[in-house]
């Protein structure tokens, strides 16, 4: 089991001989919740790529943990990078998204208000999906030992997920419409380095006005396979295939 992972807010730094003191939430949740004990390792991040691996030393209270910090480490950014355009999709399912292309590995996500989203992001309940789908990003990351969270952006229009796709190195379009000929995304021609961006679409589909403005903006549709799966679950399958074939999983 590898160590368990712990957010720390500020730049952190250890003190005299090492000792650093991890409070607030986190270090309650270390010494009350996960009960560490001396000797045990634990690492901090600031969720951006630094991190140190620590030994516990004692605790005090019920929410301070002290530990060894065994210097600080810099998590090199990784290459291609992949952003995952996810449309709202109905109830929690947006969490369940972000959750589970956080544990697969991907780089950025960003809320897309398609036209056929039955969600609205609209004033306070838009701000406080944004903040769900954030915390989720956190909680995952820790859960699944990562270092460097995935970048949850704010709820971006069609107009700017062209101009990202227009960015991009790849740029790819999930489309389960199989008359409109889209190609697997199992044999596309993926760069080795720079930026991918994908586009997954509401439970009703990618209008054809969206089509047009992605397919413009130098996108191309793909498909993963045969089944249609749904937009909770179809950006974890294509982040996955990707990292795969873009040799970051090897």
Known sequence: MT?????????FRAGPGGRYVL?????RHAVSVKRLHPGETVVLTDGAGRWAECEVVDTEGKDRLIV????????????????VVQALPKGDRGELAVETMTEVGVDAIVPWQASRCITQWKGDRGLKALGKWRATAREAGKQSRRVRFPEVADAATTKQ?????????????????????????????????????????????????????????????YVLGRSVLRTSTAGTAATALLLGRTGRWS
């Not at 160590?3 to 730049?11: H, I, K, M, Q």
């Not at 409070?23 to 270090?27: A, C, L």
């Open 23 to 27: 409070d607030g939430p986190e270090g």
């Open 161 to 221: 997920v062209a101009a990202l796709l227009s960015a991009a190195d790849f740029a790819a379009v999930l489309h389960s419409d199989f008359e409109y000929g889209s190609e697997p995304l199992a044999t596309a021609e993926l760069p080795a380095e720079g930026e991918i961006v994908l586009v997954v679409g509401p439970e009703g589909g990618i209008s054809p006005e969206e089509l047009t403005a992605f397919r413009e903006a130098g996108a191309k549709a």
């Open 68 to 83: 060894h910090m065994h210097g600080v480490n810099e998590e090199p950014v990784e290459s291609p990078r992949i952003t």
């Open 3 to 11: 160590a368990p992972v712990f957010v720390v807010e500020e730049d």
